[in-house]
């Protein structure tokens, strides 16, 4: 899993009015809270950690938060949620979730399917019905997506999660049965002919009796 750096100082005004204060002035709130610590209000430089986290844009990360003027450095965190305002698009709260790089956890890691399959040359289509695996494992060993070559599947051909390359270290929490991708035939819409016109309008019609 990438590594990443974000600086971050204490926060000591809260509310509405304050929060907008604090965006007037190039910065944003945030949060960052965990399962053995208090929560603990920050602040956050928008300018700086935008182009981060544009750089992680549905991507997992480690982040080294840096949190000046505290007597701890090493904190070791996850983006937990990022709070963006649609009208203007302006970054408007962060929360950070506090790991431990010892101890496991679990994430959905996204699957990148790559190469053509030989299917799709003969007209197959292919259907993804798993896009993402949970894994667990340490934080730094969790990659950040596994990747799936689809290259050799031909038409009916298919990959299920018993299929997918997990390093040694890591446990895949899926069904090992769930199916990830198959290659399905392509589908041949036939056109139907007209039906026969009735007999009756076929022929010429009968001349009337007298």
Known sequence: MIQVDIVASGRNKFGKGAARQLRRTGLAPAILYG???????????????????????????????????NDRTDRYVMLKEVQVDPVHDTLKHIDFYEISLDKPIVLKIPLKFVGKAIGLELGGDMIVSQGEVALQGLPLDIPSFLEVDVTDLAINDRLTCKDLVIPDNITLLENENRLCVTIFAGIVIEEEAPEEEEEGQEEAAEPAEA
């Not at 603990?40 to 003027?69: F, S």
């Open 35 to 69: 399962p053995d610590i208090e929560p603990m209000p920050l602040q956050i430089n928008v300018k700086d950690v935008t182009k981060t986290l544009v750089d992680l844009h549905r991507q997992h990360a480690v982040i080294n938060l840096k949190i000046e003027n």
